[in-house]
């Protein structure tokens, strides 16, 4: 068998052969490389896009925010005082605790106010805990 295998590779197609395999590996290897090298602009330009349309909405927001926080300093309740949040968890669990605050919700119909309501049954279930 090892003779059969010396002889393959001694022959005389042998050496034209491995040459015309190695030029369609270097060719293959080349379209490879090109089509890698458009992939990979391609993905940076989608990334460039993604991170402008996420900057842009972060000044939205934070616009909206800015808005939400004038409106509630000019016409709102005055806070609660930052020591003093009431316990929302009970004995009977978070569930009981979410299904009582959708039924009942804050009162008033201002989205900031009910963000802010949101906002402190969270801090003070974490702070429960």
């Not at 090298?37 to 993905?43: D, F, G």
């Amino acid at each position: 068998m090892l003779a059969h295998l010396s002889r393959a590779l001694t022959s005389r197609a042998a050496g034209p052969s491995a040459s015309a395999l190695a030029l369609v590996l270097g060719a293959a290897l080349a379209v490879s490389t090109g089509q890698a090298a458009h992939r990979r602009s391609q993905l940076t330009a989608q990334v460039a896009a993604l991170a402008a349309r996420n900057q842009q909405a972060g000044l939205y927001w934070r616009a909206q925010l800015s808005s939400c926080q004038a409106t509630a300093a000019v016409g709102a309740a005055p806070a609660p005082p930052q020591g003093k949040i009431t316990r929302v968890a009970t004995p009977a669990g978070g569930d009981a605790v979410a299904a009582r605050l959708a039924s009942e919700g804050p009162a008033g119909f201002d989205v900031c106010a009910r963000m802010e309501a949101a906002d402190q049954a969270v801090l003070a279930s974490l702070r429960a805990k």
